[in-house]
C-alpha cells in the first residue's frame, strides 16, 4: 500500500486565510522533507523536519513520529503561495513521496 | 547555493529508441536520485546511487537502467522508449540526514 498519504488532495483559499496541510505515513521513517512544487515544475525544499516543530516566515512544520504524521501550517496566505505542497519521507536515504497537496489562493 | 542541473531540458523520441538522461551536481553529496512525475502520482523513485560505481533500485525500475560515473554525475538510460515512459524526470542530491535538492527537470515524450 501505498506509504505516504497527503490530504488535502487540493484546497483554495482566500488570501490571507490559513492552511494545515497533511501528510500520513505507514512506516518508521527516519527523515521527513516538504517541498514547494512551483507551476512550472521546479522544486524547492521547505523543511527538513525528522521530528518536532520548525518555523519558517509563515511556515511552520510539525511531525509527530508516535502517530506516524507530519503537517504544513501556512499562516496569512498570499497568491504567491500557490502551487503544489509535496512531503517526502525516507527510509535508508530512499525517499517517497506522497502524491500532494495542490494549493491555489484567490486574491 | 546548492546546483544540480539537467540535461536535455527537453526530449522527444520515438518508440524503441535509445534515450541518456543527464544529471550533475556540484554540491559533493554522496546521494543523487532520479524521480518520474505523473500526474496523480507524485514523484516516484527510480534509480538513486550513494557513490560512484554504486546503483540502488528504486520503486519504478522497470524499463531503466542508470549510472553513476563520477561523484557529480549520475545518468539514467532508456534503451527501448515506450510512451508509457513519458513523463517528467527530475534529478536530485543529496547527503546522509539531509534535504535533497532538485534539478529543473527533463520532459520526455515518446511518441
Known amino acids: 500500500g501505498q506509504q505516504v498519504q497527503q490530504s488535502p488532495a487540493s484546497l483554495v483559499l482566500q488570501e490571507g486565510e490559513n492552511a494545515e496541510l497533511q501528510c500520513n505515513f505507514s512506516t518508521s521513517l527516519n527523515s521527513m522533507q516538504w517541498f514547494y512544487q512551483r507551476p512550472g515544475g521546479s522544486l524547492v525544499s521547505l523543511f527538513y523536519n525528522p521530528s518536532g516543530t520548525k518555523h519558517s516566515g509563515r511556515l511552520t512544520s510539525t511531525t509527530v513520529i508516535k502517530e506516524r504524521r507530519s503537517s504544513l501550517h501556512i499562516s496569512s496566505s498570499q497568491t504567491t503561495d500557490s502551487g503544489t505542497y509535496l512531503c517526502?519521507?525516507?527510509?535508508?536515504?530512499?525517499?517517497?513521496f506522497g502524491a500532494g497537496t495542490k494549493l491555489s489562493v484567490k486574491p | 547555493e546548492a546546483a544540480v542541473t539537467q540535461s536535455p531540458r527537453n526530449k522527444v523520441t520515438v518508440t524503441g529508441g535509445n534515450v541518456t538522461l543527464s544529471c550533475r551536481q556540484t554540491?559533493?553529496?554522496?546521494?543523487m536520485y532520479w524521480y518520474r512525475q505523473d500526474t496523480g502520482h507524485g514523484l516516484r523513485l527510480i534509480h538513486y546511487?550513494?557513490?560512484?560505481?554504486?546503483?540502488q533500485i528504486g520503486d519504478v525500475p522497470d524499463g531503466y537502467k542508470a549510472t553513476r560515473t563520477t561523484q557529480e554525475d549520475f545518468f539514467l538510460l532508456l534503451e527501448l522508449a515506450s510512451p508509457s515512459q513519458t513523463s517528467l524526470y527530475f534529478c536530485?542530491?543529496?547527503?546522509?540526514?539531509?534535504?535533497?535538492?532538485f534539478g529543473p527537470g527533463t520532459r520526455l515524450l515518446v511518441l
Open positions: 546511487s550513494y557513490g560512484a560505481g554504486n546503483l
Open positions: 536530485a542530491s543529496g547527503g546522509q540526514q539531509d534535504t535533497q535538492y
Open positions: 554540491n559533493s553529496h554522496n546521494y
Open positions: 517526502a519521507l525516507a527510509n535508508n536515504n530512499a525517499p517517497r
